[in-house]
T-cell receptor, first 113, second 114 residues
Framework: AAGVIQSPRHLIKEKRETATLKCYPI?????VYWYQQGPGQDPQFLIS???????DKGSIPDRFSAQQFSDYHSELNMSSLELGDSALYFC????????????FGPGTRLTVL | AQTVTQSQPEMSVQEAETVTLSCTYD???????LFWYKQPPSRQMILVIR??????QNATENRFSVNFQKAAKSFSLKISDSQLGDTAMYFC???????????FGQGTRLTINP
């Protein structure tokens, strides 16, 4: 079965640079979630989209923005990167009304030097 | 605030034993889903088991089962006949029906010893 796809899987950036993370949800899923997980921490909710509209917003810095496109893929844009942004970024997807199952992608490991 | 609490930061059992991981949560909502996710060293987040809050019957997936106590807001995970491959971080989480935000607990690091 198709899973959530994230690209790139690994990304190395310098401080103050910009990064774009991409997420391709499971086909027919209408909801995308973004999470940030630091080492030894639980995943922290950043933002979610339902049917291409922003749904919920968590502790997402103002330097970050995200959107969901017409084909339901989503991108997380991160500017003015800081050392503390180094983390594993997960995208997840679900289908509203299909029993609440939320499936996660493999994550993008971002390292800021 | 809506929270999830996992009171056991670490647990360790011998292979083939049964282990139970605890989770409590706090929400004023009546309709929600509860989950256990497994995160092995690869750090992939794997959905282990899911429970719908309106269902009284406890969910079961092979060796994994839950004890869902809605009034007590408790959702424990039981792993029977534990295997070395069960070694991982386990996260409890919930999702309010109609919302798009999965709330996680702090995780329990489970080690299965040979």
């Amino acid at each position: 079965a198709a899973g959530v796809i994230q690209s790139p899987r690994h990304l190395i950036k310098e401080k103050r640079e910009t990064a774009t993370l991409k997420c391709y949800p499971i086909p027919r899923h209408d909801t995308v979630y973004w999470y940030q997980q630091g080492p030894g921490q639980d995943p922290q909710f950043l933002i979610s989209f339902y049917e291409k509209m922003q749904s919920d917003k968590g502790s997402i810095p103002d330097r970050f923005s995200a959107q969901q496109f017409s084909d339901y893929h989503s991108e997380l844009n991160m500017s003015s990167l800081e050392l503390g942004d180094s983390a594993l970024y997960f995208c997840a997807s679900s289908l509203v009304g299909a029993g609440g199952r939320v499936y996660f992608g493999p994550g993008t490991r971002l390292t800021v030097l | 605030a809506q929270t999830v609490t996992q009171s056991q930061p670490e647990m360790s059992v011998q292979e083939a034993e049964t282990v139970t991981l605890s989770c409590t949560y706090d929400t004023s909502e009546n309709n929600y889903y509860l989950f256990w996710y497994k995160q092995p060293p690869s750090r992939q987040m794997i959905l282990v088991i899911r429970q719908e809050a309106y269902k009284q019957q406890n969910a079961t997936e092979n060796r994994f089962s839950v004890n869902f106590q809605k009034a007590a807001k408790s959702f424990s995970l039981k792993i029977s006949d534990s295997q070395l491959g069960d070694t991982a971080m386990y996260f409890c989480a919930y999702l309010i029906q109609g919302a798009q935000k999965l709330v996680f607990g702090q995780g329990t690091r489970l080690t299965i010893n040979p």
